[in-house]
């Protein structure tokens, strides 16, 4: 079955960096595009950045251009979500996504910044 297994949050000081991981089972991987949403309590889901299958194309919420990275290791079949200069506004639960016949998500890791 199609697993979607987070890591890498955690408490951060305003300006620092995290990196989010997230390790994937149960579906072609390589051939899959792959998503990291986040949501901050009272607010809906929102995407945050995307990476496409082949070529590895990315896109990104405006809030985040510039500060964020998505990419992605089909050998260990891990998409990974570079977070530098964070803010407060970027406190949410990450939560990485695919689609594979069914919208499939993982457990969330949470990411509080705060000094």
């Known amino acids: 079955q199609v697993q979607l297994v987070e890591s890498g949050g955690g408490l951060v000081q305003p300006g620092g960096s995290l990196r989010l991981s997230c390790a994937a089972s149960g579906f072609t991987f390589s051939i899959s595009a792959m998503r990291w949403y986040r949501q901050a309590p009272g607010k809906a889901r929102e995407l945050v950045a995307a990476i496409t299958s082949a070529e590895g194309s990315t896109n990104y919420a405006d809030s985040v251009k510039g500060r964020f990275t998505i990419s992605r290791d089909n050998v260990k079949k891990t998409v990974y979500l570079q977070m530098n200069s964070l803010k407060p506004d970027d406190t949410a639960v990450y939560y990485c996504?695919?689609?594979?016949?069914?919208?499939?998500w993982g457990q969330g890791t949470q990411v509080t910044v705060s000094s």
């Open positions: 996504n695919v689609y594979a016949g069914f919208n499939y």
